[in-house]
Protein backbone atom coordinates (compact mmCIF):
# COMPACT_ATOMS: atom_id res chain seq x y z
CA UNK A 1 0.00 0.00 0.00
CA UNK A 2 3.10 2.46 0.46
CA UNK A 3 4.39 1.93 -3.16
CA UNK A 4 0.94 2.97 -4.12
CA UNK A 5 0.88 6.13 -2.26
CA UNK A 6 4.15 6.75 -3.26
CA UNK A 7 3.38 6.61 -6.73
CA UNK A 8 0.74 8.78 -6.35
CA UNK A 9 2.37 11.07 -4.87
CA UNK A 10 5.26 11.45 -7.68
CA UNK A 11 2.42 11.05 -10.41
CA UNK A 12 0.72 14.08 -8.73
CA UNK A 13 3.97 16.35 -9.01
CA UNK A 14 5.03 15.14 -12.46
CA UNK A 15 1.00 16.28 -13.57
CA UNK A 16 1.24 19.79 -11.50
CA UNK A 17 1.43 21.45 -15.04
CA UNK A 18 -1.78 20.15 -16.07
CA UNK A 19 -4.84 22.52 -15.95
CA UNK A 20 -7.19 22.74 -12.89
CA UNK A 21 -9.68 22.91 -15.61
CA UNK A 22 -10.09 22.48 -19.35
CA UNK A 23 -11.55 25.02 -22.21
CA UNK A 24 -13.34 24.23 -25.03
CA UNK A 25 -11.96 25.58 -28.82
CA UNK A 26 -15.59 27.63 -29.11
CA UNK A 27 -14.10 28.95 -25.97
CA UNK A 28 -10.82 29.20 -26.56
CA UNK A 29 -11.21 30.91 -29.96
CA UNK A 30 -13.46 33.75 -28.61
CA UNK A 31 -10.91 34.33 -25.90
CA UNK A 32 -8.43 37.46 -26.47
CA UNK A 33 -6.07 35.66 -24.61
CA UNK A 34 -6.93 32.57 -24.22
CA UNK A 35 -5.48 30.56 -21.09
CA UNK A 36 -6.26 27.73 -18.45
CA UNK A 37 -4.59 27.96 -14.99
CA UNK A 38 -2.66 25.55 -13.93
CA UNK A 39 -3.09 22.79 -10.52
CA UNK A 40 0.76 24.21 -9.59
CA UNK A 41 -1.38 28.07 -9.55
CA UNK A 42 0.67 29.06 -13.11
CA UNK A 43 -0.96 30.37 -16.44
CA UNK A 44 -0.69 28.78 -19.59
CA UNK A 45 -1.42 30.28 -22.64
CA UNK A 46 -2.13 28.90 -25.85
CA UNK A 47 -1.52 30.38 -29.23
CA UNK A 48 -3.98 31.83 -31.57
CA UNK A 49 -2.10 30.03 -34.70
CA UNK A 50 -2.52 26.86 -33.16
CA UNK A 51 -6.06 27.29 -31.84
CA UNK A 52 -7.28 28.49 -35.93
CA UNK A 53 -5.28 25.69 -37.01
CA UNK A 54 -7.25 23.27 -34.95
CA UNK A 55 -10.68 24.84 -35.89
CA UNK A 56 -9.64 24.47 -39.73
CA UNK A 57 -9.62 20.37 -39.00
CA UNK A 58 -13.21 20.54 -37.32
CA UNK A 59 -16.50 21.61 -38.17
CA UNK A 60 -17.74 24.07 -35.80
CA UNK A 61 -20.16 22.18 -34.90
CA UNK A 62 -17.59 19.89 -32.94
CA UNK A 63 -15.48 22.91 -31.76
CA UNK A 64 -17.34 22.73 -28.35
CA UNK A 65 -16.44 19.46 -27.58
CA UNK A 66 -12.55 19.50 -28.28
CA UNK A 67 -11.38 20.35 -24.67
CA UNK A 68 -8.14 21.67 -24.51
CA UNK A 69 -5.29 21.39 -23.98
CA UNK A 70 -5.40 18.07 -25.39
CA UNK A 71 -3.61 15.42 -23.47
CA UNK A 72 -1.12 12.88 -24.43
CA UNK A 73 -1.45 10.22 -21.84
CA UNK A 74 1.84 8.17 -21.32
CA UNK A 75 1.51 4.71 -19.90
CA UNK A 76 4.10 2.30 -19.10
CA UNK A 77 1.45 -0.12 -20.02
CA UNK A 78 1.50 1.28 -23.59
CA UNK A 79 5.29 0.29 -24.06
CA UNK A 80 8.31 2.80 -24.44
CA UNK A 81 7.54 5.50 -26.70
CA UNK A 82 4.17 4.37 -26.77
CA UNK A 83 1.29 7.20 -26.08
CA UNK A 84 -2.92 7.45 -25.71
CA UNK A 85 -5.26 10.22 -27.12
CA UNK A 86 -8.50 10.10 -25.13
CA UNK A 87 -11.77 11.35 -26.36
CA UNK A 88 -13.24 10.85 -29.73
CA UNK A 89 -12.59 14.70 -30.91
CA UNK A 90 -9.55 14.77 -29.53
CA UNK A 91 -8.33 11.44 -31.01
CA UNK A 92 -9.83 12.55 -34.40
CA UNK A 93 -8.43 15.95 -34.58
CA UNK A 94 -5.25 14.08 -33.86
CA UNK A 95 -5.25 11.46 -36.49
CA UNK A 96 -6.19 14.42 -39.04
CA UNK A 97 -2.38 16.22 -38.37
CA UNK A 98 -0.94 12.60 -38.23
CA UNK A 99 -2.64 11.54 -41.37
CA UNK A 100 -3.67 8.90 -39.90
CA UNK A 101 -7.39 6.66 -39.88
CA UNK A 102 -8.97 6.81 -36.54
CA UNK A 103 -12.23 5.22 -35.41
CA UNK A 104 -13.32 4.92 -31.68
CA UNK A 105 -12.76 7.02 -28.59
CA UNK A 106 -8.62 6.70 -28.25
CA UNK A 107 -5.70 6.93 -30.73
CA UNK A 108 -2.18 5.54 -29.82
CA UNK A 109 0.69 7.45 -30.87
CA UNK A 110 4.48 6.71 -31.00
CA UNK A 111 7.50 8.82 -30.39
CA UNK A 112 7.67 9.94 -34.04
CA UNK A 113 4.25 11.08 -34.25
CA UNK A 114 4.35 12.51 -30.32
CA UNK A 115 7.10 14.63 -32.07
CA UNK A 116 5.25 15.61 -34.86
CA UNK A 117 2.04 16.38 -33.12
CA UNK A 118 4.55 18.66 -30.06
CA UNK A 119 5.68 20.91 -32.81
CA UNK A 120 2.20 22.10 -34.48
CA UNK A 121 0.42 21.63 -30.96
CA UNK A 122 2.92 22.80 -28.76
CA UNK A 123 0.31 24.99 -26.78
CA UNK A 124 -2.64 23.27 -27.21
CA UNK A 125 -1.06 19.54 -25.82
CA UNK A 126 0.19 18.61 -22.70
CA UNK A 127 1.94 15.22 -21.51
CA UNK A 128 -0.22 13.53 -19.05
CA UNK A 129 1.64 10.75 -16.91
CA UNK A 130 -0.17 7.84 -15.44
CA UNK A 131 0.32 4.43 -14.42
Do not use: C
Not at 63 to 84: C, M, V, Y
Amino acid sequence: MKVERIIKFELNRLNAHLPEKRITLKSALSSDKPYVRTKDGKVHYFKKEELEHLSKLLPESEWDGLSLPIFILLEPKLGRGAARINGEIEAKVIGKILNKEVSGDELIVYRPEIAIIRKKLATTTQYLFGW
